[in-house]
C-alpha cells in the first residue's frame, strides 16, 4: 500500500484541511516489538520534540508471546521517557488474537489499562476493533489492515485528535 492511501496521510490531510495544529509523524516500523521502539525513541523525541505522543506498541510482543513483564517494563520506560521531555502521553489499547490462550490473553489485555491509570494516561480504544472482525477489511495475514480499511481508521482517528487538539468541536 502506497504511503497517500494509509490512515496516518489521510487523517493529515483532514487536520490540514481544518488547518489544526497537528503533525503526525509515524515512527511506526512494521513488525517491531516494543524493545525496538523503546530503543529508537530517545532518538525520535530529540529529533521531533513532540507535543504528543502515542504509544500503540505491543501487539508484536503478544503474537509472539513475549512475558507481559518485559512489555510492561518497555511501555513503562516509553512512557517515562516521553514524559520527561514534557510530551503528553496517549496510550492505546492493543488486542491480540486469543491463540495464547485466556491467561495471556486477559494479562496482556489487562496491562494497558493499568498503565493509563497508574499514570493518569488517556487510553485510547483499539483502533482495529471493528475492522480486525471483518475479513474484508484485513490482509491475507488477518493481522493488518488493508486499503480499504485505512478511511475507516482515518474516521476513528480523526474523532480522537479533534477532541484533542480542539475539544471535539471541529
Not at 97 to 126: D, I, V
Amino acid at each position: 500500500m502506497q504511503e497517500q492511501q494509509g490512515w496516518v496521510y489521510l487523517t493529515q490531510q483532514w487536520l490540514d484541511t481544518q488547518q489544526l495544529p497537528l503533525t503526525i509523524i509515524n515512527a511506526s516500523i512494521s513488525g517491531e516489538t516494543s524493545a525496538g521502539g523503546l530503543a529508537r525513541l530517545p532518538a525520535l523525541l530529540e529529533q521531533h520534540q513532540p507535543h504528543y505522543v502515542l504509544i500503540e506498541l505491543g501487539g508484536n510482543d503478544g503474537l509472539r508471546g513475549f512475558a507481559v513483564a518485559q512489555l510492561e517494563q518497555n511501555l513503562t520506560q516509553l512512557i517515562e521517557l516521553s514524559q520527561a521531555t514534557g510530551a503528553e502521553v496517549l496510550l492505546m489499547q492493543i488486542r491480540i488474537p486469543p491463540n495464547l490462550g485466556p491467561r495471556y490473553t486477559r494479562q496482556f489485555e489487562s496491562l494497558y489499562p493499568a498503565l493509563a491509570e497508574r499514570y493518569q494516561l488517556p487510553l485510547w480504544p483499539f483502533f482495529m476493533e471493528q475492522i480486525a472482525l471483518n475479513e474484508d477489511l484485513m490482509l491475507p495475514d488477518g493481522i493488518h489492515p488493508n486499503r480499504q480499511a485505512q478511511p475507516l481508521i482515518k474516521q476513528q482517528m480523526k474523532s480522537w485528535f479533534a477532541q484533542l487538539v480542539c475539544d471535539g468541536e471541529c
